[in-house]
């Protein structure tokens, strides 16, 4: 069982950190907090969303070999695997909260890490799936 993690980021808080200092400096900054607090978990779900997005979603996108060297910085986090049993957690907390299969995949990556609290923009700020509460860094209070 993997190390319990404080909190668990989503794709977005690692592209906002890598790519948002010229479009969107106040989601840069605040994804850099976050990074630098380190006691976070992904997933390789996460991981490889960000490969693939961080070459082609900015007005500054990074080079593959960029994007890597990003991805290699996280090898030392927590990070769940997207396996069999996440897959079947994913489906169920799909059809469970009416949400979709990738966002669920990431609440359940969560749970795996130990973690009660994912940081995202993609899901309902404050609100508790099974576990899981999810929070929106970037909405003002």
Not at 9 to 32: C, F, H, M
Not at 34 to 53: C, I, Y
Request: contains cysteine.
């Amino acid at each position: 069982m993997p190390t319990r993690v404080g909190c668990f980021l989503d794709t977005n808080i690692l592209l906002y950190a890598a790519l948002g200092r010229v479009d969107e400096p106040q989601k840069y900054a605040i994804s850099r907090e976050l990074l630098a607090a380190w006691d976070f978990g992904l997933s390789t779900q996460v991981l490889g969303e960000f490969f693939v997005n961080a070459q082609r979603k900015s007005s500054r996108p990074l080079s593959a070999a960029e994007a890597a060297n990003w991805v290699a910085q996280f090898e030392e986090r927590p990070c769940a695997d997207l396996d069999l049993s996440i897959v079947r957690a994913a489906i169920d907390a799909s059809q469970r909260f009416q949400i979709s299969y990738w966002d669920a995949a990431i609440l359940a990556a969560a749970e795996r890490l130990g973690s009660n609290l994912v940081y995202t923009e993609d899901l309902n700020h404050g609100q508790i799936y099974g576990s899981v509460r999810v929070i929106n860094p970037f909405r003002a209070n």
